[in-house]
């Protein structure tokens, strides 16, 4: 999943963020500098969990679903909703005759900053019920049938999953040459190695956990083993 929207404040994230702290940015090498340009940060997101009654969904509902009303704002911040229902595989993840929703739309930091704490809460009743609302062309009366509901922001993110403004990960800042071009384990540095998803393959958990076995493996060669 990638999107290219707007650049939040500071653009440059993931393995920069981590490797920013351990070198100052005047003694970073240049190919490392190179590499920081090449990336930019992903949105984070406006999540929503919630708890319905399982008559909520029809007959058949599938499990992931996508709504887009308008392809120019495919990018936008609560453009593209996504849908996800794990109970319809699981049906032991919640109580008797009640569903899972969970659903995600792109959200920048940016737009969650500055608020006194009850503004907070407004504006995440606010987001959800938006969503909520567009969700009922799918799942109709679907706000009546609501027995819980949690909304995450991008400051949740950031607070929860350690990420810098919450970013789902980095997403190349211009047209690369495919994956290849993607930085590796090694670094300029002699001994610091990267791993993640601001290395090659990239994000994801299947990519990740690559990286890792990767980076091991480096390591290991690199000390003779
Ligand atoms: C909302 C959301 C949904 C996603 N859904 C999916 C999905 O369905 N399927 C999928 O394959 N992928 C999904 N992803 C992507 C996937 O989660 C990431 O690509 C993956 O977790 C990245 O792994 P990582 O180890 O590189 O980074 P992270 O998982 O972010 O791990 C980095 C860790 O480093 C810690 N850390 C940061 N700085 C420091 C520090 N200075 N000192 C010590 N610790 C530090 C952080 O706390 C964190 O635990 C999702 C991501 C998000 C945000």
Known sequence: MKFIGRNASSPNATRWDTFEKLIPPEQTPPAERKWQQRYQKSPSFLSLHL?????TL???TECHHILLEDWNRM??????????IPTLL??????????????FTPSWMEDWQGLSPT?????KEAAAGRVIARLEKIFPNLS????Y????????HRRFLGRDDGTYGPIPSRKLKGLLGMPFNRTSVPGLYCVGDSTFPGQGLNA??????????????????
Do not use: M
């Open 119 to 123: 503004e907070y809460q407004h504006r």
């Open 58 to 60: 029809p007959t058949g």
């Open 144 to 147: 009546a049938h609501l027995d």
């Open 208 to 225: 990740v956990a690559f990286s890792g076995f990767a980076c091991a493996h480096r390591v290991g060669v690199d000390l003779g083993f």
């Open 90 to 103: 699981d049906p032991a993840l919640a109580p008797p005759n009640h569903h899972i929703i969970h659903t």
């Open 149 to 156: 509901q949690e909304v995450g922001t991008p400051r949740t």
């Open 51 to 55: 708890g319905v009654k399982a008559d």
């Open 75 to 84: 990018e936008d911040p609560e453009g593209t909703i996504f849908v996800s």
